[in-house]
């Protein structure tokens, strides 16, 4: 098709196409009613913000990846968001101060960076969320990473797995039973997440060489975590990620990878990765972290809670997506009979004049004599 | 509260905090299903595209009013969308156009202007709205106006009211019946937008003036209007008038209010406001337009529909909505009796340690022995 320049959209932009938004909008609403039952609160901020607030509250969103621009109202750097969990924080700290904690709120919006990440181009995606702010115990660990599941599975994913992490292992370690020189942790850490085993033995992190066979399911990984952790620096942290495990139960596949560190540059004890069936890369991420005070008299807080991007979901399920049924209302056709059966389900499609056909409009049943007839 | 800086939002963005959210939430989802079973598809394009793309397909979308920024990717103009309706038309007219007319499209999401307008600095509203192409007929209209009155109306508006107008009312009038030197015809618009006799005399217009009596309550204006029409040049507007009124019986007041322009600038024949019982400001806005091809092979097409504005309408909503019951979970509470409970409809909160308690997270009940008892 002959397009001009002015159809085109911008590089890792696009739209939702009608197929794909009815699973899309089905997608998030099955996802915030789990969210909802649980009783997390959904907040809806603003897609834009001062750069400032979007990027001081936390680590791990950096203001180089947001777009930004200058509003003549404040003569101030706004941003469009990159992240809404920061927006989170911000009205936990402020609008909701001075509700009671636990706090549990939840999120749904569009989020757009000013590149892409690595090979994907994609720039503007859905983020799906709740965090529950006040506590980053082990029970509330357990009730992120389970509710996260369940929303997942509402919205249709499969043979959904979670990977959990410990983002602060090394720090902890080399605190306690494996001592580092402070300028060999950064590397040590690195090297632990690229799973190089040389890289590690160079950067003086010998100690930490059996932490590389402590990764994969579960129940076997978190055995040789244990027979490791010798001196029982992590003996508290083992026995929550059993606690966490033993509560998500057969929901999901569990597997461990303790020293994994991208992508949780903000976690504190505890981190997870979410994946599903079919669906290449991440879906989600989660983990405890916290969220700093901007004020005096008020101290920072903790947290946890899990983001997911349900695209790559969305487009999965999009392929698989049935016809639906839809209802031909001819010329001149009864509107009481088309209401009726409008509140019992049907989708109706009317004709509006001469030349519109059944067919052509895509409809697979037609009102005759006040019945739905298939065509 | 003492908040610093980095806490406030920007001038006309604020947050939707919970009660006004799940309000907001419940508004949308029962605008789009009403649109969903009139056989409106919903598509979903990017919160951002090139400036030229948002604002070359219509007349009325003014580039001054959007944030826009430079893309490092394309080294182009984007812009933050101002109203979804362009994007709309370019989807009709580049992905769909192959697509079966006419299309039913709808769409919602949030629409960012750089400038509140005139007094209300709001800079962010929520948009919803269908979009019916490849026609413009007097059932179009019908249709059109019906399935908005029903949308508002499912949403939770009470006392919807339409105003209907003929936004090329001058010209037909000009060409035909009431000759205008063509530079008397801007400024006979603006006086009888205005509606001030004076002026509309001082610039030409006097044998307009009997317009300004065709205006309230629908069946005593029409039939104002067309006693005015001596030489029948306004016979068909009339017509499709009566008849679309006659579809919307008794679902809204209807009111005419024939040289009303503002905020018609880019419709045809047809245009119209919506109101609604104790919401101050139009709600809403519709007609017919012209979708203007880019392609030499493909000729412009006809189109009509309508937006909302529901912000104002979720904020009346809040503040009669009731607290919701929630259920409270104590520690070592039996999860297959919560998740029964959550199954038929039970919103539940889970106490995560000691120190929860189901007064200070607001829970109207709490669960005893497998069943929900009020506390």
Chains 1, 2 share one sequence.
């Not at 936390?58 to 109202?73: L, Y």
């Not at 606690?243 to 929901?251: D, P, Y």
């Not at 001149?332 to 049907?346: M, Q, T, Y």
Request: charged residues 25%; negative net charge; hydrophobic residues 45%.
């Amino acid at each position: 098709m002959q397009e001009t320049d002015r159809d085109l959209l911008p590089e890792g932009l696009e739209d939702r196409l009608p197929l794909a938004a009815a699973v899309a909008t089905r997608v998030m609403r099955s996802a915030l009613d789990v969210l909802d039952i649980h009783g997390y609160d959904r907040v809806q901020p603003p897609s834009i913000e001062f750069e400032k607030s979007l990027a001081s509250r936390m680590a791990g969103v950096q203001p180089r990846r947001m777009f930004r621009f200058v509003d003549p109202a404040s003569l101030r750097t706004l941003a469009l968001r990159s992240d809404m969990t920061p927006q989170l924080g911000r009205i936990a700290s402020t609008s909701l101060a001075a509700a009671p904690r636990p706090l549990r709120l939840c999120y749904a919006g569009q989020v757009v960076t000013i590149k892409g990440d690595g090979l994907d181009p994609t720039r503007e995606r859905l983020q799906l969320g709740a965090e529950l702010i006040g506590m980053d115990s082990v029970a509330a660990a357990g009730e992120i990473v389970a509710v996260a599941i369940e929303a997942l599975r509402a919205a249709g994913a499969t043979g959904v797995s979670v990977d959990f992490t410990l983002p602060d292992l090394v720090d902890t370690l080399a605190a306690k039973a494996l001592p580092l020189a402070p300028d060999a942790i950064a590397a040590v850490r690195r090297e632990l997440d690229a799973k190089d085993a040389g890289g590690l033995v160079a950067a003086g992190g010998a100690a930490y060489l059996p932490l590389l066979t402590a990764i994969g399911p579960f129940d076997a990984a978190i055995e040789r975590l244990s027979a490791i952790d010798a001196g029982g620096a992590l003996a508290t942290r083992i026995a929550a990620l059993r606690t966490i495990a033993a509560r998500i139960g057969k929901a999901a596949r569990l597997t461990l990878d303790p020293s994994e560190r991208h992508g949780f540059e903000y976690q504190s004890w505890f981190g997870f990765s979410i994946y599903a069936d079919g669906l290449s890369g991440v879906l989600g991420r989660g983990g405890s972290y916290t969220i700093k005070s901007n004020r005096a008299d008020k101290a920072d807080e903790p947290a946890i809670g899990f983001s997911l991007y349900p695209d790559t979901l969305i487009d999965r399920l999009a392929e698989a997506e049935p016809r639906r049924d839809a209802l031909f209302l001819p010329l001149g056709h009864d509107p009481v009979h088309a209401a009726r059966l409008r509140a019992i389900g049907w989708r109706t499609v009317a004709a509006l004049g001469e030349g519109c056909e059944e067919r052509a409009l895509g409809c697979s049943h037609r009102l005759e004599n006040g019945e739905a007839v298939p065509v």
